[in-house]
Nanobody, 124 residues
Framework: QVQLVESGGGSVQAGGSLRLSCVASGRAFNNYAMGWFRQAPGKGREYVAVVTGSGGSTNYAGSVKGRFTISRDNAKNTVYLQMNSLKPEDTAVYYC?????????????????WGQGTQVTVSS
C-alpha cells in the first residue's frame, strides 16, 4: 500500500517562499512520475507540476511557471515543491500524487495515490 505524506505548508506574506515535501512509502518510487495539485477554497483541484520518475523532466501549469520548482530525491522517496514569489492566489491546500504513468501528465485521472494535503496561505 502506498502512502503519501505532505509537509511544509504554512502562512507567508506575498513575495515569500515555502518548500513543500512529500514522502512516499512503498517500493519502486523512481518508477513513477509524481505530481503536485492544489485546491483553493470554493474551487476544484488544479494541476500544479509534475516530475518524471528519474527527475529528468518536469512540467508546470502556466500560473506557476518560473516561480515554482518541482524536484525529487529518489534515495529519500521524496518529492519537493519549491515555491517562490508567492501570491495570494496561490492560497490552497496542496496535494502530492503518484502517477500511474512514467510520462508527464496534468490529468487527475492519471494519478492513483494521493496525500492528505497541506495548507498554504499567502497574505497580501
Amino acid at each position: 500500500q502506498v502512502q503519501l505524506v505532505e509537509s511544509g505548508g504554512g502562512s507567508v506574506q506575498a513575495g515569500g517562499s515555502l518548500r513543500l515535501s512529500c514522502v512516499a512509502s512503498g517500493r519502486a518510487f523512481n518508477n513513477y512520475a509524481m505530481g503536485w495539485f492544489r485546491q483553493a477554497p470554493g474551487k476544484g483541484r488544479e494541476y500544479v507540476a509534475v516530475v518524471t520518475g528519474s527527475g529528468g523532466s518536469t512540467n508546470y501549469a502556466g500560473s506557476v511557471k518560473g516561480r515554482f520548482t518541482i524536484s525529487r530525491d529518489n534515495a529519500k522517496n521524496t518529492v519537493y515543491l519549491q515555491m517562490n514569489s508567492l501570491k495570494p492566489e496561490d492560497t490552497a491546500v496542496y496535494y502530492c500524487a503518484r502517477s500511474k504513468l512514467l510520462i508527464l501528465s496534468p490529468r487527475e485521472s492519471d494519478y492513483n495515490y494521493w496525500g492528505q494535503g497541506t495548507q498554504v496561505t499567502v497574505s497580501s
